[in-house]
């Protein structure tokens, strides 16, 4: 076990089992569209490449990469750092976060992709926060639900770190300062 994990709250097998029922089914609802897979990066590059193998018909992906400013609890402005490549206009547009937490960053993103006259707008998160939203935002298409916990692994970092682990885990309160805080 990594330095610093205190337990595993969903497992590698847990986890590529649910991105595999959520590739069937986002198959199955974007089949024919014109559509775009679009990764919000850091943390979504370990679940867009698993779920973007578990798509079976044909799809684009780009990338957009963000930063918030600011600490976990109060967290800043959202700034897109890197735009789409991809023309947007009229085509249906999936979104792929790793989790919704007070839901700004989901919210301003979808603000600002309107202005860009898509078809539609859609949200594909691996893991919610529900009970630490502040910004009208749901997704479409859900993991898995989450406590009020600060977690890591499968993309999610805590200063960086953690990102590779295959499975989402808790930190020891001691080591991390969100837990610290509550
Ligand atoms: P929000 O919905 O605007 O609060 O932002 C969600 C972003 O906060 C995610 O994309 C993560 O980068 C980060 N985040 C939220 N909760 C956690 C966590 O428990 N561990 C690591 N990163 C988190
Ligand atoms: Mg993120």
Redesign the pocket.
Known sequence: MYSGIESVLISAEQLQSRIKELGRQISADYADKNWLLVG?L???AIFLADLAREITVPVQLDFLVVT?YGT?DQ?GE?KIIKDLDSSVKNRDLLLV????????????LVETLKLKNPRSIKICSL?D?PE??T?P?KADYLGFP?PD????GFG???KQKFRNLPYLATLNPGSCT?EKEK
């Open positions: 919000i850091r943390g979504a918030r976990h967290p959202v976060e790793d989790v919704i937490d007070n839901g700004n960053t989901l919210h301003f893991f926060k630490r939203r910004a935002v989450l916990r600060f977690v890591v999610l970092d805590y969100y």
